[in-house]
């Protein structure tokens, strides 16, 4: 979630201030991604920290998540939650509507002068953003309602608290297999990338194919040799 953050908020700047992002070099983006990386980690070390045996089973997604049980985080989990999910989704949100506009806009303007967009890096981002925020909102959106909806097996609680959770877990793995396929449509040097490994493996394979009779005549030789000797 942080660097589709950092991969938006940074598409998003260097659209709008060109000149002033053409100076940004490969060590700060690295800097930043070890930031993000390392931020990452606060949330698990203070669930191990408070309580590290407080894990539960839910069955109705039949995964085992962290339980929340102690006093401590009914204060830290609003804030939290906040940080971690509500925030980077409006980040996200604001950073890439713009982003899309820039590219509707410049296609536009390439068209009358006959030109071109290089549209690639910025329609990656774009895709990558929307498929993560149509993947995970459902998910933030239940973790709010839970607060107010009350579970009533009989009315509608009861759906939200199974069919609408069930729903919104198996959409979070969108956004896990997605970014293979965005990028595959939409970068040109990734697709050369992986038609490469493909055709490299393809002749591996062959060549191990190729060398199976080989082995199974030698095998053979040697079979026959040994019952001369025994003879």
Known sequence: MSLIVVLTTSKFLIMTYPFRTASW??????????????SSAIMPIMMFAVDRNDVLFDYRIHYCEYGFS????????????????VVPNLVIVATTVPTLKYLIDARKSARRVRGSVPWQGALTVVITATVYVCSTLPMTL???????VIDD??????????????????????NIM??????????????????????????????????????????????????????
């Open 142 to 148: 239940y973790y709010v309602g839970r607060l107010f």
């Open 70 to 85: 102690a006093h401590i985080w009914k204060m830290m989990l609003p804030i939290s939650f906040s940080i971690c999910a």
């Open 178 to 231: 997605a970014n293979f396929y965005i990028y595959t449509l939409t970068i040109k040097s990734f697709r050369k990338f992986l038609r490469t490994k493909v055709l490299s493996l393809v002749a591996v394979s062959s060549a191990l194919k190729a060398q199976k009779p080989n082995n199974s005549y030698k095998r053979r030789g040697v079979e026959k040799l040994t019952r001369i000797q025994k003879t």
């Open 25 to 38: 070099k490969t060590k700060r983006a690295q800097q930043v991604c070890s930031c993000v990386w390392a």
């Open 153 to 174: 097996p009989s009315g509608l609680g009861g759906l939200f608290h199974t069919i609408y959770l069930k729903i919104s877990y198996y959409l979070l793995m969108v």
